[in-house]
């Protein structure tokens, strides 16, 4: 066994053009490294345009731009991988490749026409690798695979069958290769929606915080981040002090307290408080976290049905053992136990899970649905009630300011643009309506300072020094005691036209209301209906609105079966876990950091392109644009990959146990029953690869790279 070698300064260029490099490193042989991690890492890099590692030949090659600063980072990346990407009490298994089946496939042609004593000491060089290793694998994993293809060699050898061992070892080795080529191909394809997306931050500079793009943030800049929102970069905290998600980097549950002088992860996100952290390091590997985290749940990660597959495969590699030690005992027949050896169940069972899960996953991806993971996949196919939050799901999110009501001795434009510099930081619809509204109308935001965000209430600021509080009425009103009677009247005539209400106040004292209108989404309706014919048994919706709001909603959509208002971020996860009690298989769709507890709750949380941060995080599915009807497609290629998948495992029982018949009652001879095995697996990945995308629009591009 291989250890890990050194981790530092171990990668030699050994050929380099204007944009191409090539390295080696034994490095790349360490049997815990996961090449699949080591790649995104260097992928993610801007300027890379591809990645390839060559495992047996201890080599990487990377294409670039061309750019000095690119190579730089690339070398950067190599000398300094980090320990997540060493799998843990595991190893990775080192493939076939195409040199090492041209090779056996030569030597098995050749063999006819060797001397024997050629004949002979070339099958045994080339049969003895296998034989150990599955001498190997019966002392210290059990009867697998490769105790099957060892006592297939082994036979062969001893009865003088130069020919047919060679045979079968060019056979094994190339199904070998085509198998893990489909596997390979359908994780590459996931791994080209790994490159990091453009993103906007806020930092404070001369006492004022801005907004800047990612790309333009330099090391010692204070970047700013409040509730809900994701960490950005690895820093120093330098004021503040909140708790902090880190559960999807370090594994850990209980979300951690930070404060000023400690570290920050990349890719955390901020449950309470407000974070200035002080940017330690910048550029591309500030967003490597997420990367990371998103191959570790989707690739690494196995789900039941996985796991189920590998079981069950695992339990019919002795089966067949015992089939072919039954036939020697009964014939005497050597060549027909051997071929009874060569029929193993396990190759198609366990590898068809995987390409079908991977191939669903980039098929879905492509149409706009990205899947953490083949467990999201197996739930979404398994779901038969959905629960909607409105605003921004069901609605367009796009709220459109309607009503500005300032109370006596204030102006419209006065009090939207108080309001607005307050929500300026504030990634809700509700605020970017509000700051929309006041960029119409060509009004200068003032300086705001002190912001901190009351999930599932409103926004606190200081706005020209002055404290200044923006959220629902039972915010304002009831958690900070302020007297809204005033409005009253008008605030009732406003909801009952179907709008949602903004109160301000300023320094304890109401200062008026804004109004906005949201629309429902064009095709929430065609969606919904899709849902219902697709099996879906009961439709819910979710809102913090009032009730004349939600019924006005509620009203346009049919198919809804039951609708809720004036909800709490816990009332909502209640009412989730009560479905769930009630033995429903539950969806949950939601965008805002409120919805966090129901889309943890859920049996698969599912979060639009838009939402909040802690909400992307927590979901299972994010949607990748905003046409509702993706989902309803992510949802019938989740149901095409378990009909899959049921198709494989009886394809592979039924062709397997023919062979296996055929075999044992000497109707076929050990190399033609290597075919049939070696060929049908292939057919069953292919299947899996083509049924698998096809239930999706980007079918071509899809099957044409995977097989």
Not at 118 to 127: V, Y
Not at 243 to 248: A, F, G, K, L
Not at 574 to 581: R, T
Not at 642 to 647: A, C, M, V
Request: hydrophobic content about 40%; glycine content about 8%.
């Amino acid at each position: 066994m291989i250890g890990t070698p050194n981790r530092k300064k171990r990668f030699e260029i050994v050929h380099e053009l204007p944009k191409r490099i090539r390295l080696k490193s034994l490095i790349l042989l360490a049997p815990d490294l996961d090449h699949n991690y080591l790649q995104a890492s260097v992928e993610s890099l801007t300027g890379v345009i591809s990645v390839r590692i060559n495992g047996p030949a201890f080599s990487i090659a990377v294409e670039y731009d061309g750019n000095r600063e690119v190579r730089a980072a690339i070398l950067a990346t190599l000398d300094t991988i980090p320990k997540e990407a060493f799998l843990k009490g595991a190893e990775r298994e080192h493939g076939v490749d195409m040199l090492e089946v041209g090779a056996r496939t030569a030597a098995a042609a050749a063999t006819p026409f060797m001397p024997i004593p050629m004949q002979a000491a070339t099958s045994w060089m080339l049969g003895i690798p296998g034989i150990m290793e599955g001498l190997e694998t019966l002392f210290t994993r059990g009867v697998k695979i490769e105790v099957l293809d060892g006592t297939v060699k082994a036979l062969s050898l001893l009865r003088g069958d130069y020919f047919t061992s060679n045979s079968v070892g060019a056979l094994l080795s190339l199904g070998a290769y085509l198998e893990e080529q489909s596997e390979q191909k359908s994780t590459d394809l996931l791994k080209t929606l790994l490159k990091p997306q453009v993103e906007k931050i806020w930092i404070e500079k001369d006492g004022r915080e801005i907004e800047i793009d990612f790309n333009d943030l330099q090391i010692g800049d204070i970047v700013v981040c409040g509730a809900g929102e994701l960490i950005p970069i690895e820093g120093t905290i330098v004021e503040g002090d909140g708790s902090v998600n880190q559960s999807s980097i370090t594994g850990e549950s209980v979300p951690v307290h930070l404060q000023p002088g400690d570290s920050t992860l990349s890719g955390a996100v901020i449950e309470e408080g407000t974070l200035k952290i002080r940017a330690d390091k910048v550029g591309s590997e500030t967003g490597m976290a997420r990367i990371n985290r998103y191959l570790e749940s989707s690739l690494r990660s196995q789900s039941k049905n996985q796991i189920k597959s590998a079981e069950l495969a695992d339990k019919l590699v002795p089966l067949t053992f015992g089939a072919g030690l039954g036939v020697y005992a009964l014939t005497r027949d050597a060549a027909r136990a051997a071929s009874v050896l060569t029929v193993d169940y396990s190759c198609a069972i366990k590898l068809s899970t995987p390409v079908a899960t991977r191939t669903s996953m980039y098929t879905a991806s492509r149409n706009g649905v990205l899947l953490k993971g083949g467990q999201a996949l197996d739930n979404l196919a398994a779901i038969d009630t959905i629960v909607f939050d409105k605003t921004g799901t069901l609605t367009k999110g796009e709220l459109i300011v309607t009503d500005i009501v300032p109370m006596p001795l204030y102006e419209e434009e006065e009090l939207l643009s108080i309001a607005a510099g307050a929500e300026e930081h504030y990634g809700h619809p509700v605020a970017k309506a509000v700051v929309s509204e006041a960029n119409n109308r060509n009004i200068k935001l003032p300086d705001v300072s002190g912001v901190d965000f009351i999930v599932a209430h409103g926004v606190s600021a200081y706005v020209d020094g002055k404290r200044v509080l923006v959220g629902s009425q039972h915010f304002v009103e009831e958690d900070e005691h302020i007297d809204c009677s005033y409005m009253q009247k008008k605030a009732r005539q406003l909801r009952n036209a179907g709008k949602n209400l903004l109160f301000v106040a300023m320094e304890d004292e109401l200062i008026g209301v804004i109004a906005m209108r949201d629309e429902l989404r064009p095709e929430a309706l065609e969606a919904l209906e899709a849902f219902k014919e697709a099996g879906i048994k009961r439709i819910e919706i979710l809102t913090g609105d009032h009730r004349s709001t939600a019924l006005s909603l509620a009203a346009q959509l049919p198919p809804v079966d039951a609708v809720h208002w004036e909800l709490k971020p816990e009332d909502k996860a209640n009412i989730v876990k009560e479905l769930k009690e009630g033995g429903a298989k539950v969806a949950f769709a939601g965008d805002g950091v409120n919805d966090t507890p129901a889309l943890v709750c859920a049996d698969v949380g599912i979060c639009m392109p838009s939402g909040a941060d802690l909400a992307r995080e927590s979901a299972q599915v994010v949607m990748l644009n905003e046409d509702m009807r993706t989902l309803v497609g992510a949802h019938r290629i989740a149901l095409a990959n378990r009909e899959t998948l049921n198709n494989c495992l009886w394809s592979a029982v039924v062709i397997n146990s023919a062979t296996l018949l055929l075999a044992g009652m000497g109707k076929i001879s050990t190399l033609a029953a290597a075919m049939t095995h070696n060929l049908s697996t292939v057919g069953i990945l292919g299947y899996a690869a083509m049924k698998t995308s096809s239930a999706g629009q980007s079918t071509p591009q899809a099957v044409k790279e995977i097989i």
